[in-house]
């Protein structure tokens, strides 16, 4: 261990399990740690980096922006929040954004819209959220009320109230929870966090049906699925379904802190001057990043790209399910892939199997490999994955 780790360790909240690298530097698909060993990232810093790390034209955007002005406040408009706005919602369902600075705040700022419609329009009591168990929405108090996992939530009570949970992929168990108080549904289309499950398109379109019927908003938090990975700009384009609200994060800035919620005109104008704000959303670098971020994935057809990528890497992935017991599915959208082990194996030494030989994976609910390298992958480095990963599963 180095010693820099453990001023680390010893200055430093212990909310994460890290693994045991101080990391240095990032250029394409590989990080470098302090010692100069280099791996391949295999999940992009949890799906951020998706133009790989440190990427040439990003990082010329946050200098160029950096020179010019770091911070002014929402108070003023700025040039790289309008060209950024502008390119999100000529690119979507949406006409207006706000801006935030993580996904959790994206998803507040969803959670609060979705009730502020509902109170404007039908009064106070339409105020309830149908989220669905094994969901992720983040990490403040209002979005862990929306995740439907208990231990997220073990130790935080009084946890918020006006959520109700239904079956993912359950349009009966989402019926039940239906009431006039219900605002909004709210739900990732690949659930990430929860174990990579893609919605089934009749789900989402039979939850379109029941939120026209019963003047509920449908909120998509692309927060995972969004800028690309699942094959489109985003992943409600893959389903033909379009929601009301729209949240996005991770991939938006490439790892500069950005996060967003579009709506339609419609739905945004219960947000007037007041309701609802921050200081740092929309900041000027972090802008510019995402906006270079966007004019890449477009001009490079990356989403194109993540769609056959994906089928490859899904292939290959698929080969070694039929050779290796240890494997119990493997499933995904694009470059955002699950595959799931068998419990009965003890797989804590797994990531560390990988790392050793060079590739870092993710594990999620203990026992599910989340891939989600960058869009620019190319097919050698998913060739030596494949073929690292034959050799870690033959270890079982
Ligand atoms: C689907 C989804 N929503 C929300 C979040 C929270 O985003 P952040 O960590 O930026 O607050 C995440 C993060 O993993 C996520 O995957």
């Given at each position: 261990?180095?010693?820099?780790?453990?001023?680390?360790?010893?200055?430093?909240?212990?909310?994460?399990?890290?693994?045991?690298?101080?990391?240095?530097?990032?250029?394409?698909?590989?990080?470098?740690?302090?010692?100069?060993?280099?791996?391949?990232?295999?999940?992009?810093?949890?799906?951020?980096?998706?133009?790989?790390?440190?990427?040439?034209?990003?990082?010329?955007?946050?200098?160029?922006?950096?020179?010019?002005?770091?911070?002014?406040?929402?108070?003023?408009?700025?040039?790289?929040?309008?060209?950024?706005?502008?390119?999100?919602?000529?690119?979507?369902?949406?006409?207006?954004?706000?801006?935030?600075?993580?996904?959790?705040?994206?998803?507040?700022?969803?959670?609060?819209?979705?009730?502020?419609?509902?109170?404007?329009?039908?009064?106070?009591?339409?105020?309830?959220?149908?989220?669905?168990?094994?969901?992720?929405?983040?990490?403040?108090?209002?979005?862990?009320a929306a995740t439907g996992q208990d231990k997220i939530k073990k130790g935080f009570a009084p946890i918020p109230e006006g959520f109700d949970y239904a079956v993912f992929n359950d349009i009966e168990s989402v019926k039940k929870l239906v009431s006039e108080n219900t605002c909004a549904i709210m739900l990732e289309p690949v659930q990430g966090e929860g174990g990579v499950r893609p919605a089934d398109k009749k789900f989402l379109k039979d939850l379109r049906e029941l939120c026209d019927k019963n003047h509920i908003l449908l909120i998509f938090d692309e927060i995972q699925t969004g800028i690309g990975r699942t094959g489109k700009l985003f992943c409600y384009e893959n389903y033909?379904?379009?929601?009301?609200?729209?949240?996005?994060?991770?991939?938006?800035?490439?790892?500069?802190?950005?996060?967003?919620?579009?709506?339609?005109?419609?739905?945004?104008?219960?947000?007037?001057?007041?309701?609802?704000?921050?200081?740092?959303?929309?900041?000027?670098?972090?802008?510019?990043?995402?906006?270079?971020?966007?004019?890449?994935?477009?001009?490079?057809?990356?989403?194109?790209?993540?769609?056959?990528?994906?089928?490859?890497?899904?292939?290959?992935?698929?080969?070694?399910?039929?050779?290796?017991?240890?494997?119990?599915?493997?499933?995904?959208?694009?470059?955002?892939?699950?595959?799931?082990?068998?419990?009965?194996?003890?797989?804590?030494?797994?990531?560390?199997?990988?790392?050793?030989?060079?590739?870092?994976?993710?594990?999620?609910?203990?026992?599910?490999?989340?891939?989600?390298?960058?869009?620019?992958?190319?097919?050698?480095?998913?060739?030596?994955?494949?073929?690292?990963?034959?050799?870690?599963?033959?270890?079982?």
């Amino acid at each position: 261990m180095s010693e820099l780790i453990e001023v680390s360790d010893s200055n430093i909240a212990d909310t994460y399990a890290r693994y045991p690298f101080m990391i240095e530097r990032g250029e394409g698909l590989k990080i470098y740690d302090e010692k100069g060993r280099s791996f391949y990232d295999f999940f992009s810093g949890i799906s951020v980096c998706s133009l790989g790390h440190c990427h040439p034209e990003v990082v010329e955007a946050v200098k160029n922006q950096a020179e010019k002005l770091f911070h002014v406040s929402n108070l003023y408009y700025t040039m790289p929040q309008t060209s950024l706005a502008k390119k999100l919602v000529d690119s979507s369902f949406a006409d207006r954004v706000f801006f935030a600075n993580s996904g959790a705040e994206a998803n507040e700022a969803a959670i609060k819209l979705a009730r502020k419609y509902g109170c404007d329009n039908y009064g106070i009591h339409k105020n309830k959220i149908i989220t669905f168990l094994n969901s992720f929405h983040g990490r403040t108090l209002g979005t862990i009320a929306a995740t439907g996992q208990d231990k997220i939530k073990k130790g935080f009570a009084p946890i918020p109230e006006g959520f109700d949970y239904a079956v993912f992929n359950d349009i009966e168990s989402v019926k039940k929870l239906v009431s006039e108080n219900t605002c909004a549904i709210m739900l990732e289309p690949v659930q990430g966090e929860g174990g990579v499950r893609p919605a089934d398109k009749k789900f989402l379109k039979d939850l379109r049906e029941l939120c026209d019927k019963n003047h509920i908003l449908l909120i998509f938090d692309e927060i995972q699925t969004g800028i690309g990975r699942t094959g489109k700009l985003f992943c409600y384009e893959n389903y033909d379904v379009v929601p009301d609200i729209m949240t996005l994060a991770k991939a938006l800035g490439n790892g500069m802190p950005i996060g967003c919620m579009l709506a339609s005109n419609h739905v945004m104008q219960s947000f007037g001057p007041g309701s609802h704000g921050t200081t740092f959303g929309g900041n000027p670098v972090s802008c510019a990043a995402a906006d270079k971020v966007l004019e890449i994935i477009k001009r490079d057809n990356l989403c194109e790209k993540a769609l056959e990528k994906g089928r490859y890497l899904l292939d290959l992935m698929m080969k070694l399910k039929e050779k290796h017991k240890i494997i119990k599915d493997v499933r995904g959208l694009g470059l955002l892939m699950g595959v799931e082990l068998d419990e009965n194996f003890d797989v804590s030494n797994l990531v560390k199997s990988f790392y050793e030989k060079g590739f870092l994976i993710n594990i999620i609910q203990g026992h599910i490999i989340r891939l989600a390298p960058p869009l620019t992958i190319d097919t050698e480095t998913m060739d030596m994955f494949a073929e690292t990963a034959d050799i870690v599963f033959g270890e079982f």
